[in-house]
């Protein structure tokens, strides 16, 4: 099975510090996108951030910005400049085929 | 622009039961997918539907079906309830042909069975 990986349960950050979230994933495919989600308490899925494979230079959004190693098929997400609002699970997710797969997630507390 | 409205908010059937939750795409959106999100888990896909035809299935058994409508908007019906049917239900629009592959959720159905 392809399967994407996010081996930190949970993490926490101070207001104002940087935290990375970590994430692999498996794949055959040469092509292909990965995501990052944030969902808050409030449950929807709110798109971070997108990385397509072909593009060697790193997404970045504002705050958020990934680090993205093909050969090593890691995709890890920094948030800058953490906020109150940044607190919500993480999932990262790989395209292909036809339908995102989702890691487990990653619990994210900020701390004032 | 609503985005993806999804109905109802929650839901208790009893073990046995069936069930029917609705999704309304994003303006503009043609495909809809759903995924079901137990309790401390990410989200796996169901199905994806597109031109109201099954596109594509996760493994999921018979008892997961659904339909999509002619304005694009979607059921998901899921016959004799197990327990373990419990779990947020997720449907994610999206424009075929957009090269991004960008879903975009609706905020869920909670399903509880007891």
């Known amino acids: 099975a392809q399967t994407v990986t996010q081996s930190q349960p949970e993490m926490s950050v101070q207001e104002a510090e940087t935290v990375t979230l970590s994430c692999t994933y498996d794949t055959s495919e040469s092509d292909y996108y990965l995501f990052w989600y944030k969902q808050p308490p409030s449950r929807q899925m709110i798109l971070v951030i997108r990385?397509?494979?072909?593009?060697?230079q790193n997404a970045t959004e504002n705050r958020f910005s990934v680090n993205f190693q093909k050969a090593a098929k890691s995709f890890s997400l920094k948030i800058s400049d953490s906020q109150l609002g940044d607190a919500a699970m993480y999932f990262c997710?790989?395209?292909?085929?036809?339908?995102?797969?989702f890691g487990k997630g990653t619990k994210l507390t900020v701390n004032p | 622009d609503a985005g993806v409205t999804q109905s109802p908010t929650h839901l208790i059937k009893t073990r046995g039961q069936q069930v029917t939750l609705r999704c309304s795409p994003k303006?503009?959106?043609?495909?809809v997918s759903w995924y079901q999100q137990a309790l401390g888990q990410g989200p796996q896909f169901i199905f994806q539907?597109?031109?109201?035809?099954?596109?594509q299935r996760g493994n999921f058994p018979d008892r997961f079906s659904g339909h999509q409508f002619p304005n694009y908007s979607s059921e998901l019906n899921v016959n004799a309830l197990l327990l373990g049917d419990s779990a947020l239900y997720l449907c994610?629009?999206?424009?075929?042909?957009?090269?991004?592959?960008?879903?975009?959720f609706g905020p869920g159905t909670r399903l509880t069975v007891l």
């Open positions: 994610a629009s999206s424009a075929s042909g957009q090269g991004n592959h960008e879903q975009f």
């Open positions: 997710a790989r395209w292909g085929p036809e339908k995102l797969v």
């Open positions: 539907y597109y031109e109201e035809e099954e596109r």
């Open positions: 990385q397509e494979a072909y593009k060697q």
């Open positions: 303006s503009g959106h043609d495909t």
